[in-house]
């Protein structure tokens, strides 16, 4: 019953799409403000009916009811309860629910917190909307129902992919997916925009916010993507470009572009048609990704179907969607007429290259995945596009942009002085340059290790002297600039932590990408190796048994200078129902690197695989992703970011500057 309950609520959730989509589209065509009213109500309700459905899934899969087939090929009686929540995420059909939902819950939060906008925009955008829930509840309910019941009902189910019992799968398809579908707000506000003819400075507030939080639960979510792989495959590494891996980065990168790029139409009334694309585009990377690990195209963990029937509808889905936004674009864009102007050397100029850079970079990435896949489609030619190609054309188009990101806060709007953007980055220069002798003097190479730390220390430089200019530290007494640093927009504050965090993470990728030390070799029982400064001894490999598996586990000493430093126990684990085995590796971070160690099969001729690394900076790639995160959620609390934010008097101020012009403190250069 309860699953027939969940398959109605789906269906009710359909209908209520259908409506919110037809008629505030007429309403706002016709300007009949009771019509465009309905937005609101069916999008909430949207919300509601698909929640009912979504805790109806989890229900049958935490009581175990075998009866529905998604249940009895993704779950079992044995398995931990953690793992029968998120199994509900963890296959094709309980995915497609979380994503409508997640779809939904945008779709209400726009009616909720989206009484300032006009009630013809707002109407629009609902639409809009609602029309992306249409097109997955009809993919849901036609080609991937999660509610399809079994007769006979099997006594047990044949369990969850064991790569998937991880409390990873807990946080990290969530976060991406509000990443994913959250690009879908600032595409609705692209197309209404488009369907009015009118893209203005509010316009762009309005985005910001949605786009800012897409971007953040993304970024979070791909990062947890590469840890969880990390310590769960026993590879030792943290990113391999996997074509996955590459269909969440590249809606990463365009909604980098885009929050760039409406900055520069919120603040000078530019960019409007470019910044419209980017929606469009990066919403657009989106579907495709769906459409990549759902057609069968890929075999990978990450892929959860192999139906050529789901393949095809969400192809047709993506032509209609993309092909559709575009072709309005191409028809509506060229009204948009231009704003203010601004010369090459000025902030908008440094954003545009940014964009540009970002943009370019995404094309490489879109090449190097997409290229394999269409000559097999087209030839049945076979050909492998791996790291050597995107470290050797994504990478470079990337440092220009590094070394632009610590110079474009510090140029002015309009028109900026490069000599007197050069003075204030004289901080950021001493940082390279320090950073440049002291890596070559101590580690020597390799050389693209040099450059790689040594442009996060520019970053990390020009992130501090954009501060100290914002607060006009050393340069006036202490108290003025703690006035600065207190009526600050935490917009500022958050931009200025998104960069360091970068810087961060840039370093631990460096680190990590060239200095890492292996060793793989076959260990006895009471046998020693080293790797860095560390001596390994193998102490014992014993059996148990856990929930739902068997698994083997190595005890390892770890000594430094003859002292013990740690001792790791890394897991070789069998899981009964499936016969797959899984690494679990033993990591003990010092911040400054990671020692891992992962065991293997046994040897012949006794004894077990093993891998050791010490891997340096790893954690500080994590940390940067923190650091990156926290810096979106600090921008996202400014007020001026947020829709429907009350308007507030403004306090006046005798002693203590504005902070629109501690916010941009060389706007009148």
Not at 29 to 47: C, E, I, K, L
Not at 104 to 118: D, E, R, V
Not at 185 to 213: N, Q, T, Y
């Amino acid at each position: 019953m309860i699953a027939e309950i969940g398959h109605f609520a789906l269906i009710l959730a359909l209908a209520l799409a259908v409506v919110q989509t037809t008629l505030p589209l007429i309403g706002a065509w016709r300007d009949n403000a009771a019509w465009m009213a309905v937005s609101r109500p069916t999008a909430s309700g949207q919300f509601v009916f698909i929640s009912i459905a979504f805790a109806c899934l989890m229900y049958a899969f935490v009581v175990s009811d075998f009866s529905v087939s998604n249940v009895f090929e993704n779950s079992h009686s044995a398995k931990p309860l953690m793992y029968k929540f998120t199994a509900v995420w963890g296959n094709h059909e309980g995915s497609m629910v979380l994503w409508v939902w997640i779809l939904a819950l945008y779709g209400a939060a726009i009616a909720a917190f989206g009484g300032n906008l006009p009630p013809s925009l707002r109407a629009r955008v609902l639409a809009i909307q609602g029309l992306i829930g249409v097109g997955f509840l009809v993919f849901l309910l036609a080609t991937s129902n999660p509610f399809l019941r079994l007769d006979p009902v099997p006594l047990n189910g044949r369990d969850l992919n064991p790569l998937l019992q991880d409390p990873g799968l807990a946080f990290h398809p969530p976060l991406l997916y509000f990443g994913y579908v959250g690009l879908s707000v600032a595409f609705s506000f692209a197309v209404a925009a488009l369907i009015e003819g009118k893209v203005d400075p509010a316009w762009a507030r309005w985005v910001r916010p949605w786009s800012l939080l897409s971007w953040s639960a993304l970024t979070g979510g791909i990062v947890l993507g590469s840890w969880w792989a990390y310590y769960e495959l026993g590879w030792g590494g943290f990113w391999f470009w996997d074509p996955v891996e590459n269909a969440s980065f590249m809606p990463w990168l365009m909604a980098t572009a885009l929050l760039h790029s409406a900055i520069v139409a919120e603040k000078r009334d530019a960019l409007k048609s470019w910044t419209v694309l980017l929606a469009i585009l990066g919403f657009s990377l989106s579907l495709m990704g769906t459409f990549l690990v759902r057609s069968g195209m890929l075999t990978s963990v990450h892929s959860f179907a192999a139906d050529p029937e789901r393949g095809v509808f969400i192809l047709g889905f993506l032509v209609v969607v993309v092909g559709g936004s575009l072709t309005l674009y191409a028809w509506r864009a060229p009204n948009l007429r231009a704003g203010g102007r601004f010369r090459p050397i000025s902030r908008e100029g440094a954003l545009v290259i940014n964009n540009l850079l970002l943009v370019t970079g995404c094309a490489a990435v879109f090449i190097g995945t997409l290229y394999p896949l269409i000559l097999d489609a087209f030839s049945g030619e076979k050909v492998s596009v791996g790291p050597p190609f995107f470290e050797s054309s994504f990478v470079w188009i990337m440092v220009p942009l590094f070394l632009l990101s610590a110079a474009g806060p510090l140029m002015a709007w309009k028109r900026a002085d490069l000599a007197g953007v050069a003075q204030r980055l004289t901080l950021a220069f001493v940082a390279a340059a320090v950073a440049a002798i002291l890596l070559v003097a101590i580690r020597g190479g390799p050389w693209g290790a040099i450059l790689g730390l040594t442009i996060a220390a520019w970053l990390i430089g020009g992130v501090v002297a954009e501060f100290t200019e914002r607060l006009r530290l050393f340069r006036v007494p202490l108290i003025d600039s703690w006035r600065r640093a207190r009526v600050l927009p935490r917009s500022a504050w958050g931009m200025s932590f998104a960069h360091a965090g970068i810087a961060i993470l840039i370093a631990g990728a460096v680190g990590a990408t060239n200095w890492q030390t292996e060793r793989v070799q076959v260990m006895q029982v009471g046998e020693a190796t080293s790797v860095a400064s560390y001596d390994f001894t193998l102490v014992s490999l014993k059996n148990s048994k856990g929930p739902n598996y068997d698994r083997r586990v190595g005890e390892f000493r770890v000594e430094q200078d003859g002292e013990l430093f740690d001792t790791l126990h890394p897991e070789k684990r069998k899981y009964w129902v499936q016969g797959t085995e899984t690494t679990e590796a033993a990591i003990r971070t010092t911040w400054l690197a990671d020692i891992y160690v992962a065991i293997g099969d046994p040897a012949p001729g006794g004894g077990v695989a093993v891998r050791i690394y010490h891997n340096p900076l790893v954690p500080w790639i994590w940390l940067g992703t923190i650091i990156m995160v926290l810096g979106g959620l600090i921008s996202l609390s400014d007020r001026r970011h947020r829709v429907g934010a009350p308007s507030r008097a403004r306090r006046k101020a005798q002693t203590a500057p504005s902070a629109e012009s501690v916010a941009e403190p060389q706007a009148k250069t």
